[in-house]
């Protein structure tokens, strides 16, 4: 049963271009993630909050940007996409703590052209 | 720094075999350990985790993995495969409150 919800489910555009991709999720949990899934399947995370506080900020380009509104959302924005951000962009949440699982979306396809 | 190798890239296996599926981890203690599956265009799914107590957990769907202190391995094992279980399986390690690190993955083709 699905619990985190993202959209879109696949995204073309353009290089240059603003996308921004939406997370929700309906469990209750106080932390969200957004994973970057490339073509090898390589799983990196980008950032993570926990009740609306940014706690994990990896090494990202500055053009990407989460956005939080409450704890049960997580949105990803993209302020001018490069080709190399073709990916599968993936959020997941948990509760706080390393024994928590993280229950993950579908995911979000982008194609950059 | 926490870290974690799956060193097959792919395994086949026949429907009905055994199944294997190798991960060792890089940490000077006992991280939290996890194995995800992630099936074809969906997310990742949570098979099982360990942190303390019996080296042998049990997951969902028949699969379990063995944690080796000694071997710094996390192998996960099936009994018997089906081919609904074809997917890429993910090890993952986290210590204390660091990011949940994922393994590159092994992409599981379970043949007829």
């Known amino acids: 049963e699905t619990a985190v919800f993202q959209t879109p489910n696949y995204h073309v555009t353009q290089v240059g271009n603003e996308v921004s991709f939406n997370c929700k999720q309906t469990?209750?949990?106080?932390?969200m993630y957004w994973y970057k899934q490339d073509s090898k399947k390589l799983l990196k995370i980008m950032f993570s909050?926990?009740?609306?506080?940014?706690?994990v900020n990896e090494t990202v380009p500055r053009r990407f940007s989460p956005q939080s509104s409450d704890k049960a959302h997580l949105n990803l924005r993209i302020k001018s996409v490069e080709p190399e951000d073709s990916a599968v962009y993936l959020c997941?949440?948990?509760?706080?703590?390393?024994?928590?699982?993280?229950?993950f979306g579908a995911g979000t396809r982008l194609s950059v052209l | 720094a926490q870290s974690v190798t799956q060193p097959d890239a792919r395994v086949t296996v026949s429907e009905g075999a055994s199944l294997q599926l190798r991960c060792k981890y890089s940490?000077?203690?006992?991280?939290?350990l996890f194995w995800y599956v992630q099936y074809p265009r969906q997310g990742l799914q949570m098979l099982l985790k360990?942190?303390?107590?019996?080296?042998v957990v049990q997951g969902v769907n028949g699969f379990e993995a063995e944690f080796s202190k000694s071997d710094s391995s996390f192998h996960l094992r099936k009994a018997s495969v089906h081919w609904s279980d074809s997917a890429v399986y993910f090890c993952?390690?986290?210590?204390?409150?660091?990011?949940?690190?994922f393994g590159k993955g092994t992409v599981l083709l379970v043949s007829p």
């Open positions: 909050y926990n009740n609306k506080q940014l706690i």
């Open positions: 469990l209750g949990h106080d932390t």
């Open positions: 993952a390690v986290r210590a204390g409150y660091n990011k949940l690190t």
């Open positions: 940490y000077s203690a006992t991280p939290y």
């Open positions: 997941a949440s948990s509760r706080l703590g390393p024994q928590n699982t993280l229950y």
């Open positions: 360990y942190y303390s107590g019996d080296p």
